[in-house]
């Protein structure tokens, strides 16, 4: 099957740096990506649809400013997390989509002290 | 707005039993799909089954089936001959046919009993 991979798999940061986070699909293109946030023992919260060559769509209440994403290429996707703080600790996952299924990458814990 | 609601936030089975994890779901589409997703410890979220809401016949993979009732929106997971490998979170999931987004039920975690 479809492989994504996510780099790093965790991230140890200060309070105020950004952090940018990367998602690969490893043997096919994918137009689309999504980036989630997971919190502890809760559900994937889909924070916004990332497309190839065009602006990323945020769901409600997702900051734009603060969570940038980058579709460069049809394997590379880039979380940013900007100016990051204590609260934006989560595991963060991204799922890459090929012919209407979405693959997920294995996931990335992010710490901020 | 399309809901997906697990109510059994955790359940436990002894090995080699049978258990079967609730969903419900609420929709106006008829055009649609449900997925029960796996996340072991690893938190690698793991495709478990698919269902095509325009198919009658509950799809089947290996020890795991589902019974899927349309007109009553529930979307259940059984899980035959459990294992020790099957412990893990799992989430029951729908996606509309002409959205590609994935709406995620809170999950059931489930333990096996050795």
């Known amino acids: 099957g479809a492989v994504v991979s996510q780099h790093p798999s965790r991230v140890i940061c200060k309070s105020g740096t950004s952090v940018k986070i990367e998602c690969r699909s490893l043997d096919f293109q994918a137009t689309t990506m999504f980036w989630y946030r997971q919190f502890p023992k809760q559900s994937l919260m889909l924070m916004a649809t990332s497309n190839e060559g065009s602006k990323a769509t945020y769901e409600q209440g997702v900051e734009k400013d603060k969570f940038l994403i980058n579709h460069a290429s049809l394997t590379l996707s880039t979380l940013t997390v900007t100016s990051a703080h204590p609260e934006d600790s989560s595991f963060y996952i991204c799922?890459?989509?090929?012919?209407?299924?979405?693959?997920f990458g294995p996931g990335t814990r992010l710490t901020v002290l | 707005a399309q809901t997906v609601t697990q109510s059994q936030p955790e359940m436990s089975v002894q090995e080699a039993e049978t258990v079967t994890l609730s969903c419900t779901y609420d929709t106006s589409e008829s055009d649609y799909y449900l997925f029960w997703y796996k996340q072991p410890p690893s938190r690698q979220m793991i495709l478990v089954i698919r269902q095509e809401a325009y198919k009658q016949q509950n799809a089947t993979e290996n020890r795991f089936s589902v019974n899927f009732q349309k007109a009553a929106k529930s979307f259940s997971l059984k899980i035959s001959d459990s294992q020790l490998g099957d412990a893990a979170m799992y989430f029951c999931a729908y996606r509309m046919n002409r959205d590609d987004k994935i709406i995620f039920g809170k999950g059931t975690r489930l333990h096996i009993l050795p």
């Open positions: 799922s890459a989509l090929e012919v209407h299924e979405q693959f």
